[in-house]
C-alpha cells in the first residue's frame, strides 16, 4: 500500500469516528478542505461514495460501514503496537476515548486529570459524557464508566467505587405543599423526577428495599431525563420528587437544607461505578494506566 492511499484511509477513519470534518481535521493536524480533498481521492479510487454528508451530520454509506468495519481493527492494532512499544521504553502515548457518566466524570476523574496528565502528558483523553446507556464498541470508545448491574455484555468491569446508595430527595417547598410520602407505594400520589433509560427508552422503575422486602415502582411527573443533573437541578427547583446515587454530591445540599431526604428507610443500595471494555481487545498500555490513576495505584506520583 502506498503511502498515500495509508494517508486516505487514516483519514476517512478519523472522520467516521468522530463523526464530523471538523474534529476529524482537528485530529489529524489538517485543514478541513484539505481533509475533504482526502476523502474526494480516495472514493474516487474506490469508485463509491462512502460518506452522507449534511450541514450538520456526516455518516458512512453502506459501503462506508463495510469499508471500516475492515479497516478499523487494523488501525487499533497499530495503534496499541505503538502504545506498547512505547510504554515498553517507559513511555505511555496515544489518544484514549472515554464514554462516562456525568456523576464519575465529576466525582472520579475530575479530580485526577491533573495528575494523569502530569504523568503521561503524551495521552490526549477524549472523555464524553453520556448519562444514557451507549454501546461502548459501536460508539468506538475504548472504555465506558457505568453503574455495576448495568453494564454492557461481553466485558471486563474494574470497580471504580464502593457500593451506593439511593437516595429519594425534594425540596422544602414541595414537601410543604405536597406532603412527605411515607413508602413507596405513596409515591403514585407525587410529582416524580424521573430517569430514562437510553438503550431501550423505558422510564426507569424505582427500587426500593426493606427489612428483605423489594419493591420497584413505576412514578409519574413533570420531568424525564438522562441526565442526572439535570433530575437534580429540577428537585432543587421544587419540580418534584428525584431518585438518585448518593454520588450525587447530596450530601451538601441535604445538610444546607436545599433537600430533604424521604423514604430513607426503603433506600436500595447498587452496586458502585465500574470502568469496562471490551473481552475481544487486550488492556493497552494507556488504558491500563488510566485505570491505575483512577484508582490510585499510582501512589509516587505528585498528587
Same mark, same amino acid.
Given at each position: ?13 478519523? =472522520? ?91 466525582? !472520579? ?13 503524551? =495521552? ?92 420497584? =415502582? ?13 433530575? !437534580? ?71
Amino acid at each position: 500500500m502506498r503511502g498515500s492511499e495509508f494517508a486516505e484511509l487514516k483519514a476517512f477513519a478519523a =472522520v467516521v469516528e468522530r463523526e464530523s470534518f471538523a474534529r476529524a481535521a482537528a485530529h489529524l493536524g489538517l485543514s478541513p478542505s484539505a481533509l475533504s480533498q482526502t476523502i474526494r481521492l480516495l472514493e474516487a479510487r474506490l469508485g463509491t461514495r462512502l460518506l452522507n454528508r449534511t450541514t450538520r451530520s456526516v455518516a458512512p454509506t453502506a459501503s462506508g460501514e463495510q469499508l471500516y468495519a475492515r479497516i478499523a481493527p487494523l488501525f487499533r492494532e497499530m495503534a496499541d503496537a505503538v502504545a506498547e512499544a512505547s510504554a515498553a521504553a517507559g513511555q505511555v502515548s496515544g489518544t484514549l476515548r472515554i464514554n462516562t457518566l456525568g456523576m464519575a466524570a465529576r466525582q !472520579v476523574i475530575a479530580p485526577r486529570l491533573g495528575r494523569f496528565h502530569r504523568a503521561h502528558p503524551d =495521552v490526549a483523553l477524549d472523555i464524553v459524557v453520556d448519562d444514557g446507556l451507549s454501546d461502548i464498541v459501536a460508539g468506538r470508545f475504548d472504555a465506558g464508566i457505568r453503574v455495576g448491574g448495568r453494564l454492557e455484555k461481553d466485558m471486563i468491569a474494574v470497580r471504580l467505587t464502593p457500593d451506593v446508595k439511593m437516595k429519594a430527595v425534594a425540596s422544602p417547598d414541595y414537601l410543604r405543599h405536597r406532603g412527605t410520602p411515607r413508602t413507596p407505594t405513596d409515591l403514585h400520589s407525587h410529582a416524580c423526577i424521573n430517569w430514562r433509560l437510553q438503550a431501550d427508552g423505558r422510564a426507569y422503575h424505582w427500587e426500593f428495599q426493606k427489612k428483605g422486602r423489594r419493591l420497584d =415502582v413505576a412514578v409519574d411527573g413533570p420531568l424525564i431525563t438522562n441526565h442526572s443533573e439535570t433530575g !437534580v437541578g429540577a428537585a432543587l427547583e421544587g419540580l418534584g420528587i428525584a431518585y438518585v446515587f448518593d454520588l450525587e454530591r447530596m450530601d451538601e445540599h441535604l445538610d444546607q437544607g436545599r433537600l430533604v431526604q424521604v423514604l430513607a428507610d426503603w433506600s436500595f443500595t447498587r452496586p458502585g461505578l465500574f470502568l469496562y471494555y471490551s473481552n475481544r481487545r487486550h488492556r493497552s498500555a494507556v488504558l491500563g494506566a488510566f485505570i491505575d490513576c483512577m484508582l490510585d495505584r499510582d501512589l509516587s506520583l505528585p498528587g
